[in-house]
Every structure is written in structure tokens, then in C-alpha cells.
């Protein structure tokens, strides 16, 4: 069974950063697409970034494009979001999910386990 534990959320003012980190355990690690994915209050939950099995392959909705950076370490079975320059439409709660998929998808329908996610407050 998979389990997905996300941390490092908080509260940042804007133009600030975090380092979110989701471990993994139960499974294969390196055989799964991961994503991070978020929902603010209200709105539902839209993707954030993905990154390809080896993680030779990211891909990042357009608005955290240059901001944030997605990376994997599959010997420690560790996906990381750094997220820079952060802004309070950032404020959410950051889920991480992985993905059986051969390549990296955007749709959270493919996404078969999540973490129970972490918050993110970004206010001055």
C-alpha cells in the first residue's frame, strides 16, 4: 500500500520561500510519475508540477513556471517542491500523488495515491 507524507508547509510572507518534501513508502518509488498538486479554499484542486520517473522530464502549470522547482530522489524515495518568489494566490494546501503512468500527465484522475496534504500560508 502506498503512503504519501508531505511536509514543510507554513506560513511565508510574500517574495519568500519553501522546500516542501513528500515521502514515500509502501511501493516502488521510481516506478511512478509523481505531481504535486494544490486547492485553495474554494476552488478546486488544480496541478502544480509533475516529474518523470528518472527525473529527466518536469512540467509546471503556467503560473508557477519559474518560481517553482519539482525534483525526486529515489534512493531516499523523497519528492521535493522549492518554491520561490511565492505569492499569496500560492496560499493552498499541497497535496503530492503518485502516478503508474509511463510518462508524466497533468490530470489527477491519473494519479492513484495522495498524501494528506500540507499548508501553505503566503501573507504579509
Known amino acids: 500500500q502506498v503512503q504519501l507524507v508531505e511536509s514543510g508547509g507554513g506560513m511565508v510572507q510574500p517574495g519568500g520561500s519553501l522546500r516542501l518534501s513528500c515521502a514515500a513508502s509502501g511501493h516502488t518509488f521510481s516506478n511512478d510519475v509523481m505531481g504535486w498538486f494544490r486547492q485553495a479554499p474554494g476552488k478546486e484542486r488544480e496541478f502544480v508540477a509533475v516529474?518523470?520517473?528518472?527525473?529527466?522530464?518536469?512540467y509546471y502549470t503556467d503560473s508557477v513556471r519559474d518560481r517553482f522547482t519539482i525534483s525526486r530522489d529515489n534512493a531516499k524515495k523523497t519528492l521535493y517542491l522549492q518554491m520561490n518568489s511565492l505569492k499569496p494566490e500560492d496560499t493552498a494546501v499541497y497535496y503530492c500523488?503518485?502516478?503508474?503512468?509511463?510518462?508524466?500527465?497533468?490530470?489527477?484522475?491519473?494519479?492513484?495515491?495522495w498524501g494528506q496534504g500540507t499548508q501553505v500560508t503566503v501573507s504579509s
Open positions: 500523488a503518485s502516478s503508474p503512468r509511463v510518462i508524466p500527465t497533468t490530470t489527477p484522475a491519473d494519479f492513484g495515491s
Open positions: 516529474i518523470s520517473r528518472t527525473g529527466t522530464m518536469t
